[in-house]
């Protein structure tokens, strides 16, 4: 049995900000503001619950890299980690995973895609469960692969990927609502803990 399972959120857990965002605005400088600004009707409707904030999501990203193929959005995406290392992640956060011992047992679970967290992922040697995005003959389709990796969808994809019962402690982090359920499935459950 293994001693120690950690699971980190990413987006303003191990971040000091919303990194969606953050990779369309680097990625697409020129379009970014006025494409954003079409959307605000919609980000308005899916914070008040009257449209599907998955659906929101989904469409927002589609209307950047819908048709890239997977080679672009790779190069894009290794640019964004390039000029977002030094200053992404919390000081607090980044020390902290300097001292975990060097071990598989390390897992980001994030809502945020694949496309852009994979980088980070790789980076400080985690595994990654998050929302994936879907291609077709390596071309984005504009779709997910796979739910939204928020809330219960955090739970049901950790338990399908990792086998919990190896596990004597499990250490879970994250800093909004969308990780109650992961941070009741652990052991040792930390709020905020990098944002103070």
Known sequence: MNNRLY???FDGTLTNKDTLFDFLQISFPHIYKSRFIKFIPLFLLSKFKLVNTEFVKQTFISSFLKGKSKEEINILS??????????LIHPK?????KNI???NDKYIVTASLDIWVEPFANFFGFRLISTKAEFKNQIFTGKFATPNCNGKEKVKRIVCEIQLSQFK???AFGDTKGDKYMLELSTNPHYKYFNS
């Open 101 to 103: 011992e060097n071990t």
């Open 169 to 171: 402690e499990i250490y």
């Open 78 to 87: 290794q640019n964004y980690f390039n000029k977002r290392i030094n200053s």
């Open 7 to 9: 699971l980190f959120d």
């Open 93 to 97: 956060a980044l020390q902290y995973l």
